[in-house]
């Protein structure tokens, strides 16, 4: 999905598009790893001087309940965001430089089953997040 078509659905769903906005919504768009609000501010303000971390936080917190980017959560435990992925898919996040992929076919169906049984849950949904190094970072 490019910049342009998330703009388009912030639209519709009655969001203003500002140039405070497109340079938000660019930067995390164009990235190929989780940034974090700051980090997000950092480079959005190379593209549009005025913007103000609120606008940020805000911007991230609609493109979330659009489904058009996912929350990382990180071991360091500062929140970042990356363009969401598509279908049900888990993350591989690199701990040296933040480079995510996607990865699918998980076997948890038995675990989850098993985990739901012994504590009596009902359980919805999962994230699973693996941490390490990506085949550049190891090479260093």
Known sequence: MTAELWLTQLHENGYRLTDARRAVVETVERS??????VEVYDMARRKYR?????T??????KLEELH?????????????????GH?????LLCQNC???EFFEGDDLDRLIKAI???TGYQ???HWLQLFGLCTNCRTI
């Open 32 to 37: 190929a790893r989780a940034l974090t609000p």
């Open 50 to 54: 005025a913007l103000g971390l609120v």
């Open 56 to 61: 940020v936080y805000r911007t991230l917190e």
């Open 68 to 84: 058009l980017i996912q929350r990382v959560h990180q071991p360091m435990g500062c929140q970042a965001f990356i363009s969401a």
């Open 87 to 91: 279908g049900h898919q888990h993350l």
């Open 98 to 100: 933040g480079q995510v």
């Open 116 to 118: 739901a049984q012994k």
């Open 123 to 125: 359980i919805n949904e």
